[in-house]
């Protein structure tokens, strides 16, 4: 543990120098990750304690840490897109930085399995007796593993590419009733998501750049909200009158997720039961946000669709 001084200053140092590698620095409760190649020999971090976390730091002596620092920050301050992680991934210098933007951003990249395999590749020629790049095989043959059992579980599941997709007809938040049926002719993404979700709202930015870009060709976003109370939550309200309260303050979280988030189509609607919801039930759908990409003829053209690339990238395939 090292103290600061009264102005916020510290320093620390290792005679012997730091190997290569990702090491973790924590402040109080502010923590983050730091990416260091081995060659440094004074390393300066400049900025407020409080923003560690968010990476708002300014950093010198070190341009592997600038580059990881400096794109961290971006992806907090949300100037950098999910259409720019594969890029850097692919492009970076240091494997270390790769590795360490592609775990911690591992949901918004639809091709993470493959992205994490190219950089242990990268990081046994550079690396081959760092921690990290052991520890890194442990966790890619545990990924491999999982995701086995995810094609597993998907070849199970009720909904299926090429199948017709079940109608749905659920009213929005103003009482106006809206059927998924409907919108044939439309291209249609199906989402499935909820205003306590945070996958769901940091996913939303991308869902919104799609639907602006192609809403003129046809394209449509239909959403599917899982918020209000399920049958087991009503017993700790103790009468009607409580519950509706407690229902229409649920209604309201969701109606400010859909202003907050900036969600433009008008086909929002929700059964307000929770994962009770019937289309939920009927889509399989046991986590949030799950996604299906409907063609013209209301069919199911793809499922799970992640990151404003992904969903471009099928979307284009029927549009």
Known sequence: M?????????????????????????IGAQKAFFTLDGTEDLVEFNGDLNGLTQYNIDIKGSSTLVSYVTFMKGLYNRTVTPDQIPVYVDSVANPLNAMMVAYLTMGQNPQFLDSHKKIHARLVNDFPNADNTLNYGIFISQLEAFHAQQQAAQANEPIQIGMPAPDISLPSPDGKSYSLSGLKGQVVLLDFWASWCGPCRRENPNVVQVYNKYKAKGFTVFSVSLDGLASSDLSRFPDQAAIDEQMKAQKQRWVDAIQKDGLPWPYHVSDLKKWECAPARQYGVNSIPRTFLIDREGKIAAVNLRGAAQIEQELLKIL
Request: no cysteine; glycine share 12%; aromatic share 16%.
């Open 2 to 26: 090292v103290n600061a001084d009264a102005n916020g200053n510290f320093e620390f140092s290792y005679p012997e120098g730091l190997a290569a590698g990702v090491y973790r620095m924590r």
